[in-house]
């Protein structure tokens, strides 16, 4: 079985409301969240892999979202964090997207020769999006049509050692992806949690055991995916959890 490393590619943060972070959670109005955006590379792999695109903090400013781009801060180039890990965006072979939103793919042209490895469920969403609930973040409708797809249905072996976990809530067709490392399974999820939706207060800990994100399409699925990762992972990665910026490798 092989073991992988996965290296965190910090590319910018922002900030917002901790309240838009978990759901429904009193104890968190007024406090603020901050989220780092990634891509993240699985060294080790037979092919080149790379989950997700990330953005710049450029685009975010550019898009407009409310609470969000005006936000935006700079950590580094999608060309700069690759090559730290002695990698170009040319020579990725596969693309592994979680999931479709604006802070995870406006990068994918960058990466010319990728097949980009997408549920079908999720492609089938951003294709056709329909409220409720209007989705915040919806993919550039441009980059659609113009991406190698390789599209699957449900759990998937990527290769030896790295599964993409069909994990919806947070989007329709959500994915999760499961490394293979020295020191047990490392998932990367699908659902753009940071350590405050897996981190549950003490009194609420009877009552729940995990937080779900705020943005969600179903939160019942997204309760279920999170606790599906919580069972299998070793290594939990919160997707936008910010103290992986300073971290080269995981697992260390």
Request: charged fraction near 25%; charge should be negative; proline fraction near 9%.
């Amino acid at each position: 079985m092989a073991e992988l490393v996965i290296r965190p590619i910090p590319m910018m943060t922002l900030s917002r409301p901790m309240s838009e972070q978990v759901f429904r959670l009193a104890p968190y109005v007024g406090q603020v969240a901050v989220d780092c955006i990634y891509s993240w590379y699985i060294e080790g792999a037979k092919q080149k892999i790379v989950v997700d695109t990330g953005m710049t903090a450029d685009m975010m400013r550019k898009a407009n979202i409310p609470g969000f781009s005006n936000t935006a801060r700079h950590i580094q180039t999608l060309e700069e964090g690759l090559a730290k890990v002695g990698l170009r965006a040319e020579d990725v072979d596969i693309v592994i997207m979680t999931h479709l939103h604006l802070d995870h793919i406006p990068l994918a042209p960058a990466f010319t020769k990728a097949k980009f490895l997408v549920q079908q469920a999720e492609l089938d969403y951003q294709r056709n999006p329909a409220p409720p609930p209007v989705d915040p973040r919806p993919c550039p409708k441009e980059l659609l049509d113009t991406i190698n797809w390789e599209v699957v249905n449900g759990d998937y072996e990527v290769e030896d050692g790295i599964k993409v976990l069909f994990t919806p809530g947070h989007t329709p067709g959500g994915q999760s992806v499961a490394v293979n490392t020295a020191k047990g399974l490392a998932i990367i999820d699908s659902l753009c949690t940071t350590d405050d939706n897996w981190n549950i207060p003490e009194a609420l800990q009877p009552r729940m055991e995990v937080l779900c994100p705020d943005c969600h399409n179903d939160p019942i699925q997204a309760y279920e995916s999170l606790m599906r990762i919580k069972k299998l992972a070793d290594i939990k990665i919160p997707s936008h959890e910010l103290r992986f910026a300073w971290v080269d490798r995981i697992p260390e």
